[in-house]
């Protein structure tokens, strides 16, 4: 017997509630971690460890944002199929949640207090998109996951070489999202105009500010 309305808004509002707080949960793939048998090698200083632990606490923000616009989306989505993939998509990035809380653990970093804002938000995006039709929505996610991407390889950058493990999740991360908005743009999602890649290029730079410092 497949769960009722109220069942799944009480299972959706508890994820919601670990999510923001910072709570690992089991995912349908629930992999390995990145981590888990790469080298830790010396080990960050002191001033490098709570940088590496602010960069993994803008990426746990990241993905708290692509969970509320996978959840929007998909509550607005035209058709069953688009609305199956959407939430499969975010199961599978808990992966990424969880990977981020072990690095995050491992500095002594906690999450964003903004985490709370993000979510709403990103879900308000998300249903927005999915009204907007679901090619326009798998635009959305290819557009969204190809900033995800520079933003990765931004951090890649700034990752310190004595921090192999930390590198070794967001590498992984990476070619995840990549798989991900090659996934949206198959299955035949448009590219945005302009002005909307360029808004959401803005709004990124506040959630990554805010939650570096925050």
Same mark, same amino acid.
């Given at each position: 017997?497949?769960? %009722? *309305?109220?069942?799944? #808004?009480? @299972?959706?509002?508890?994820? +919601?509630?670990?999510?923001? #707080? ?14 888990? =048998? ?11 460890? @709570? ?14 944002? #692509?969970?509320? &616009? ?18 499969? #998509?975010?199961?599978?990035?808990? =992966? ?22 993000? &979510? ?6 998300? $249903?927005?998109?999915?009204? +907007? ?6 635009? *959305?996610? $290819? !557009?969204? !996951? ?6 990765? @390889?931004?951090? &890649? ?7 192999? $493990? ?5 590498? @992984?991360?990476?070619?995840? !999202?990549? %798989? ?13 105009? *302009? ?11 506040? &959630? ?7």
């Amino acid at each position: 017997m497949p769960p %009722s *309305f109220l069942e799944m #808004a009480v @299972q959706h509002f508890d994820r +919601a509630l670990r999510t923001v #707080a910072g709570v690992a949960q089991e995912g349908p793939a629930n992999r390995a971690a990145p981590d888990a =048998d790469a080298p830790q090698g010396p080990g960050p200083s002191s001033g490098e460890t @709570q940088h590496i632990g602010r960069l993994m606490r803008v990426n746990y923000a990241g993905e708290v944002a #692509a969970q509320g &616009l996978y959840w929007g989306q998909g509550l607005t989505a035209r058709t069953p199929e688009v609305a199956e993939k959407m939430d499969t #998509a975010a199961s599978e990035e808990q =992966d990424h949640l969880n990977w981020c809380i072990r690095r995050m653990d491992a500095t002594g970093v906690g999450p964003s207090v903004l985490n709370p804002l993000w &979510l709403a938000g990103s879900v308000t995006l998300g $249903a927005a998109a999915g009204l +907007a039709g679901d090619r326009w929505s798998l635009g *959305f996610v $290819a !557009e969204t !996951e190809r900033q995800v991407m520079n933003h990765l @390889q931004g951090h &890649l950058g700034r990752l310190p070489d004595t921090d192999p $493990a930390t590198r070794a999740v967001v590498e @992984q991360m990476y070619l995840d !999202e990549r %798989s991900h908005a090659e996934w949206a743009e198959g299955a035949g999602g448009e590219r945005l105009p *302009f002005p909307i890649r360029a808004a959401m290029t803005v709004s990124s730079k506040f &959630l990554t500010n805010g939650s570096y410092w925050t």
